[in-house]
Structure formats: structure tokens, C-alpha cells
């Protein structure tokens, strides 16, 4: 799968949908994975907005997919954009060391 920029909650369950059935899993199996009940993928996949993040990333990482940030010209000095950069680094590595 390329990269692929995603604008909205349905386009991201089509691509974890997209990404299971290449890994040849079902939504039972993927939800075993991630210790989920299989209506969560489900509503996962339609694109429910409302999906748990700790879960979305965790379903992004059984598919070996990687979520990214990228600003996309908001407004803000370079320098503070390289502070909030720094401190997201920081929360998503204290999240992945709690996962493990």
C-alpha cells in the first residue's frame, strides 16, 4: 500500500479494511488481536468517528501501517512548530513504551 493522505474517518476504515484483507485477516481475528470485540472493527471499518484512538493505533500497528502528522502550513512560528513536534514525540513515545 503507498502512501496515501487521509482526510476523513471513512477513509481511514477503508484503508485499515483495505490492509486486513491483504494480511488475510478477519475482523474476528484482527479484533482477537487487538483485545476488541469484532462490532468494534466493524464500526472501525465504516469509519466511526468515535473509535477509540489507543485502539485505532493499535489495529494501525497489527497492519504495520504507521499514522503520520504532517502540518500542512498552519499557522505558527518554525519555532514553535518544532516545540509541539517535540512534545508529540514525547506523548507517542510514552504511548508506545504503555502498550508493550
Given at each position: 500500500?503507498?502512501?496515501?493522505?487521509?482526510?476523513?474517518?471513512?477513509?481511514?476504515?477503508a484503508?485499515?479494511?483495505?490492509?486486513?484483507?491483504?494480511k488475510?485477516?478477519?475482523?474476528?481475528?484482527?479484533a482477537?488481536?487487538?483485545?476488541?470485540?469484532?462490532?468494534w472493527?466493524?464500526?472501525?471499518e465504516r469509519?466511526?468517528s468515535?473509535?477509540?484512538?489507543?485502539?485505532?493505533?493499535?489495529?494501525l500497528?497489527a497492519?504495520?501501517?504507521?499514522?503520520?502528522?504532517?502540518?500542512?502550513?498552519r499557522p505558527?512560528?518554525?519555532?514553535?512548530?518544532r516545540e509541539d513536534?517535540?512534545?508529540?514525540d514525547q506523548?507517542?513515545?510514552?504511548l508506545?513504551?504503555?502498550?508493550?
Amino acid at each position: 500500500m503507498k502512501d496515501t493522505v487521509l482526510r476523513t474517518s471513512e477513509q481511514l476504515g477503508a484503508a485499515i479494511r483495505l490492509k486486513r484483507k491483504e494480511k488475510g485477516l478477519t475482523q474476528s481475528r484482527l479484533a482477537e488481536l487487538l483485545g476488541a470485540e469484532r462490532k468494534w472493527v466493524i464500526n472501525l471499518e465504516r469509519g466511526n468517528s468515535k473509535a477509540e484512538i489507543g485502539l485505532v493505533l493499535r489495529a494501525l500497528e497489527a497492519l504495520n501501517l504507521r499514522a503520520s502528522l504532517i502540518d500542512a502550513g498552519r499557522p505558527g512560528t518554525l519555532g514553535s512548530l518544532r516545540e509541539d513536534a517535540s512534545r508529540l514525540d514525547q506523548v507517542f513515545q510514552r504511548l508506545q513504551q504503555t502498550s508493550k
